[in-house]
């Protein structure tokens, strides 16, 4: 039987969300725009879609605006803030482990004049929320930080980031990629002084193509895509009505078995670490146990490339990343594992497990045992 | 504005009784490089011309870029075809297509009639002189100069009237099917893929075959080089790509030979491979993209072990080429995007940090020999089990 362990590249849709998102597609298909009852129809699945999203961040649901993914997410909170409040500052600050659809749209602010200053993380790739709050200046507009590094599991202090943030610059605004955290673990927008929140649908067995992006009230931020003027003039484009409905409806089922996720893939996590410490130069990377994200393992096996463990397990039906699935045909080392101070052969050789609440302890143990005897194989076969 | 295209060719023209079959074939090419742009065309051969005209509205620039990735074609002419109503019309209708094509730049002239509906009462020289007269009252900005003009307006006379000026500049080369098939050793390199469409070009079809090392390569490296296939097949028609699964045969080769001897003797099982293929398919000859020098198994002592093995002649189109040569004809062809993606191919996955680069044909024969007993039932696996792809880009 398959293993799927990439669920931080993607995840199996629920079967529910499938069958909601097949009715609205058979049945309810009406453009919610459309003054008819067809439309009508449509735009209540966009409100109950963002009252259970917004149940999810407990906020209100005003404050949720449904994009095309994370990736839309990060470049409208980052563009869109940082040229709304352009006259106020042009300092931003971020980290060096943020996915590339926060550190691309900064780079592209970079070239248009902005000053992007990346606070450091320590050995397991976690940021210092004193380190963030000593870079804020007068004119610092706004701060980037992932709730859950994508690449080896750190999660970050974002509530006292938050703090440390506004302490530091009450003007300042603070954005959260939490595309890896959403649903996963809790967070709270108001309470940890966040004032945009981006998340993805396809992370939590959602749809593919659906994402929203969490705007606090007051924020000053322009739109990305003009258009039509749906979702109040900040979103345009015809509203992806099945794919908002089918990730709002995966965050509310995911939410609400939250903490047994959690101590369920925890639990995974843990005997993952645990057999794959008992071999021979393996590597583990991140924050240590009871610490970081509970569906992610990062681990060096010196000696064999990352490729050629994830293919070779391929074989067995095991399913792993080598590096985020989304740069992993980018030669340049994992700027995460860079970040965290590891050597060339360890960033050649780091492959990444992500779980989740369906992964069972038999699956960790096959894959172990899997890894166990190929390791000495292919490390025979190495390159000279 | 334009109604047809005229094709020239060069090549065929020199091919004695042969002749027709070249025609045939080229035109047989046209038709199917035309099949895919938007629009009808007729394709026809008039003493010695062969004619693509367009039935109704049409896509231009389509038809001019499917016209440039066919083999046998040298220039590529732009015709407009006009109702023979007098000599007078004839003149309003060169200067209107000057005028749309020129739009008043100024050069030299000179018009070139051929008659070749000799009942016209009016003879070329003729129609020379009197057109070129009303192109000048017309066109100020032109003059004329008939020794070395900058542009030449055609005028054929048939049973309409053929007009024309611009010549595209074709592939050349030699139409497709006409010189038998051949074997390409494809990797996902930048040079491979040259080499196919080089060697097609002399109207040669290709086949194609690709060793695969999973787990050591990935499913990823296999699609570039489907994805390079089919890009290749734009010019080389319809090809077959036999994917050989070389694990095993590598790892074999990885415990028992010389590190240092590994690539060459990796290779020359790969042309060994390869040649089987090549009968079995009846192609004539292989193809590879080596280039003298290039790396450790492209020396001359190191290409003459891995020639060694085969009896079928090994084409070698690059074998003079600079890197950035090929890279420019790669980039030509549209294959070089593709090849650079980084995939790694089982080619570079257990090189030698030190690979002999001056090998000696006995000494490889020799470590070959520590393969006896357990490579003949590998390669013949390999073969048995190889996958075949159909390709038409």
């Known amino acids: 039987m398959e293993i799927y362990l990439d669920n931080a590249a993607t995840t199996e849709v629920y079967p529910e969300v499938v069958a909601l998102m097949t009715e609205i ?117 706004l701060v980037s930080v992932m709730a859950v590094n994508n690449e080896i599991g750190s999660v970050q202090p974002v509530a006292e980031i938050g703090h440390a943030i506004k302490e530091a610059n009450p003007r300042t605004l603070f954005h959260v990629d939490a595309i890896q955290a959403f649903a996963k673990l809790p967070i709270c927008p108001s309470r940890d002084k966040i004032d945009m929140l981006s998340a993805s649908g396809h992370k939590i067995h959602g749809p593919k193509g659906s994402g929203i992006l969490y705007i606090g009230k007051g924020v000053k931020i322009d739109p990305l895509i003009l258009g039509g003027g749906q979702q109040k003039g900040y ?21 609400g078995r939250m903490q047994e996720n959690r ?37 060096s096996f010196c000696g064999v490339r990352s490729e050629v463990l994830l293919h070779s397990l391929e074989e067995k039906e095991i399913y792993v990343s080598s590096g985020s699935a989304c740069s992993s045909h980018k030669r340049a080392g994992s700027p995460t594992l860079t ?42 076969y190495s390159r000279h | 504005m334009f109604h047809a295209f005229l094709i020239k060719y060069s090549e065929i023209g020199i091919k004695g009784k ?5 025609e045939d074939a080229l035109i047989e090419q046209i038709k199917r490089a035309l099949a895919r742009v938007e629009g009808e065309f007729t394709v026809s051969k008039e003493s010695g011309r062969i004619f693509a005209l367009a039935q109704g509205d049409y896509d231009f620039e389509g038809a001019v870029d499917a016209l440039c990735r066919v083999f046998g074609i040298s220039g590529i002419c732009p015709v407009v075809i006009l109702d023979d109503e007098g000599l007078e019309a004839l003149g309003r209708e060169v200067n209107n297509y000057i005028t749309e094509v020129y739009q008043g730049k100024p050069m030299t002239f000179k018009i070139l009639t051929r008659r070749a509906r000799k009942s016209y009462p009016v003879n070329s020289m003729d129609v020379n002189a009197q057109i070129g007269a009303m192109v000048l009252f017309e066109h100020p900005e032109l003059s004329v100069n008939v020794v070395d ?16 000026s611009e010549e595209i500049k074709g592939l050349g080369g030699l139409p497709l099917g006409t010189g038998g098939r051949a074997m390409l050793l494809l990797s996902g390199g930048i040079d491979s893929p040259v080499a196919g469409y080089m060697i097609s070009r002399r109207g040669i079809g290709i086949d194609a075959v690709y060793f695969h090392a999973p787990p050591y390569t990935s499913e990823r490296a296999k699609q570039k080089v489907v994805d390079l296939a089919k890009i290749v097949s734009q010019y080389t028609g319809k090809m077959k790509l036999h994917v050989i699964n070389f694990t095993d045969i590598q790892l074999a080769i990885y415990d028992k030979c010389p590190h240092d001897e590994l690539t060459i003797i990796m290779r020359r099982y ?59 004809i790669s980039q030509k062809i549209d294959t070089y995007e593709t090849s650079i993606l980084p995939f790694e191919d089982c080619c570079t996955i257990f090189v030698a940090k030190h ?36 390709i038409d880009g």
């Open chain 1, 25 to 141: 597609m058979r049945n309810d298909y009406g453009n919610p725009s459309s003054m008819h009852r067809k439309g009508v129809e449509a735009e209540r699945y966009l409100k109950t879609a963002a009252a259970q999203i917004a149940a999810v961040l407990k906020t209100e649901e005003k404050n949720i605006y449904f994009t095309s993914g994370g990736t839309e997410s990060n470049n409208w909170a980052l563009k869109g803030a940082a040229f709304a409040n352009r006259r106020a500052g042009m300092h931003i600050i971020t980290t060096p482990i943020e996915h590339a659809a926060v550190s691309e749209p900064l780079r592209y602010l970079e070239g248009q004049g902005f000053e992007i200053t990346k606070v450091p993380v320590d050995c397991t790739g976690t940021v210092n929320p004193e380190d963030i709050k000593n870079a804020v200046r007068g004119d610092t507009i």
């Open chain 1, 235 to 255: 979103r345009s484009g015809t509203d992806n009505v099945p794919g908002a409905a089918g990730m709002a409806l995966a965050a509310q089922m995911m939410a």
């Open chain 1, 263 to 299: 101590d369920h893939m925890m639990m995974l996590r843990e005997r993952l670490i645990k057999n794959l410490s008992e071999m021979e130069n393996v590597v583990i990377h991140g924050q240590t146990l009871p610490e970081g994200a509970p569906h992610i393992v990062n681990a």
């Open chain 1, 339 to 380: 970040a965290c101070g590891c050597s060339k052969a360890e960033m050649e050789s780091s492959v990444r497990f992500s779980f989740c609440e369906t992964t069972r302890p038999e699956d960790i143990d096959q894959t172990a045992e899997a890894i166990g005897e190929l390791l000495p194989l292919l490390r025979k």
């Open chain 2, 18 to 22: 042969n002749r027709y079959l070249f």
């Open chain 2, 149 to 164: 003009p900058e542009v030449y307006i055609h005028i054929e006379i048939r049973n309409r009237i053929y007009l024309y």
């Open chain 2, 270 to 328: 790969m042309m060994r491979i390869a040649e089987h293929l090549a009968k079995e398919e009846g192609d004539l000859a292989l193809i590879t993209g080596e280039s003298i020098g290039q790396v450790a198994s492209q020396t001359m002592q190191s290409l003459s072990c891995t020639n060694a093995v085969c009896s079928l002649p090994v084409f070698r189109p690059l074998i003079a080429f600079d890197k950035q040569d090929i890279v420019e």
């Open chain 2, 355 to 390: 690979p002999v680069t001056k090998p000696d044909l006995l000494r490889i024969e020799k470590s070959e020999t520590k393969l006896e007993g357990a490579i003949e039932a590998l390669v013949e696996t390999a073969i048995m089990d190889h996958e075949v792809l159909e």
